[in-house]
């Protein structure tokens, strides 16, 4: 049974650094993408960073340069590093499994708030 578990968010000004962890049970990691989603309020959720293969990673435009995204195979934890902070950061943040139509594969878990202020 596959469980993901957010944590890590909280509220800074602009400018600062949170690393996000999720731990994700019951997924393998070489044989799955994983990606942290981003859902802003009021706006649908967005993926913004994943991590296939030999850790390739890709990033949306709008974070790249700031996000990193990692993993620890032998945790089963995938990491998110944001650095330079934004509001529009601001968001609940999420990880999953991605499929094709990167969407999520499993049912999301509780996800861990970013809140940013300016």
């Known amino acids: 049974q596959v469980q993901l578990v957010e944590s890590g968010g909280g509220l800074v000004q602009a400018g600062e650094s949170l690393r996000l962890s999720c731990a994700a049970s019951?997924?393998?990691?070489?044989?799955?993408?994983m990606g942290w989603y981003r859902q802003a309020p009021g706006k649908q959720r967005e993926l913004v960073a994943q991590?296939?293969?030999?850790?390739?990673?890709n990033y949306a435009d709008s974070v790249k340069g700031r996000f990193t995204i990692s993993r620890d195979s032998a945790k089963n934890t995938v990491y998110l590093q944001i650095n330079s902070l934004k509001p529009e950061d601001t968001g609940v943040y999420y990880c999953?499994?991605?499929?094709?139509?990167?969407?999520?594969?499993?049912?999301w878990g509780q996800g861990t708030q970013v809140t940013v202020s300016s």
């Open positions: 999953n499994a991605v499929d094709r139509g990167l969407r999520g594969i499993y049912s």
């Open positions: 019951g997924i393998i990691f070489r044989f799955n993408t």
């Open positions: 991590i296939f293969g030999r850790a390739t990673t």
